[in-house]
């Protein structure tokens, strides 16, 4: 399954699927990009992250592609399981800018139907 | 020890009250954050201290106070609130502020001002 993002806020997969959730960002200079998990009654966790030198990220069931062309962000998990059931947001930092202030996209949620 | 944890989880409070939400890390983390979080939308930064000096206040209203003690702990100070100020605050740390990007979440204080 696919996202496109602030059209389609939520996304549905089947078990064992792959899940594809995207992510516009808007500040050309942002230098740094984090998807980070949420957990219904968690905090945000970190999943994966990547530089603007890059534009591709693998970790573990789970790669990020950036693409700076067109400002897009994508996260790619592999064999989605229900525990992947979560709010996933993209945050960049810009490249001039505080490390700290992550500025974070509107969200994604996945939703594993078994 | 890699959790931040807050307390309370539930805070219920009318506009006149006076209570404190309260944050702890174990990581030797310098750097801490207050976010605040609406319902299905994404944090939005709050504060940031870095080696226990408020480096980042994002235009936020007098009525939150933060204080940082220490370099474990962060306190956020609520006194004549709003019921628009009902969200979930969440506490985040990181190794320090610029250059390490990987803020680690609590699980936050679900706020409710009546």
């Known amino acids: 399954g696919e996202s496109v993002g602030l059209h389609l806020p939520t996304l549905s997969v089947q078990e064992g699927d792959n899940s594809i959730i995207n992510c516009a960002y808007s500040?050309?200079?942002?230098?740094?990009f984090i998807w980070y998990k949420q957990e219904s009654g968690k905090g945000p966790q970190f999943i994966i992250d990547?530089?603007?030198?890059?534009d591709k990220r693998q970790g573990q069931r789970v790669t990020v592609l950036l693409n700076k062309t067109v400002k897009h962000l994508s996260l790619q998990i592999a064999a989605t399981q229900p525990g992947d059931s979560a709010v996933y947001f993209c945050?960049?930092?810009?490249?001039?800018?505080?490390?700290?202030?992550?500025?974070f996209g509107t969200g994604t949620r996945l939703q594993v139907t078994l | 020890d890699t959790e931040v944890t807050q307390t309370p989880k539930h805070l219920v409070m009318g506009m006149t009250n006076k209570k404190s939400l309260k944050c702890e890390q174990h990581?030797?983390?310098?750097?801490m954050y207050w976010y605040k979080q609406k319902a299905k939308k994404p944090p939005e930064l709050m504060f940031v201290?870095?080696?226990?000096?408020?480096?980042i206040n994002e235009s936020v209203p007098s009525r939150f106070s933060p204080e940082c003690p220490n370099s474990s702990l962060l306190n956020l100070h609520l006194h004549a609130l709003q019921p628009e100020d009902s969200a979930l605050y969440l506490c985040?740390?990181?190794?320090?502020?610029?250059?390490?990007?990987?803020?680690?979440f609590g699980p936050g204080t679900r706020l409710t001002v009546t």
């Open positions: 985040a740390s990181s190794r320090k502020e610029q250059g390490d990007y990987e803020q680690y």
């Open positions: 500040n050309s200079a942002s230098d740094y």
């Open positions: 990547i530089r603007s030198n890059m």
């Open positions: 945050a960049e930092i810009p490249l001039f800018g505080t490390a700290s202030k992550l500025t």
């Open positions: 990581m030797g983390h310098r750097a």
């Open positions: 201290y870095s080696y226990e000096k408020l480096s």
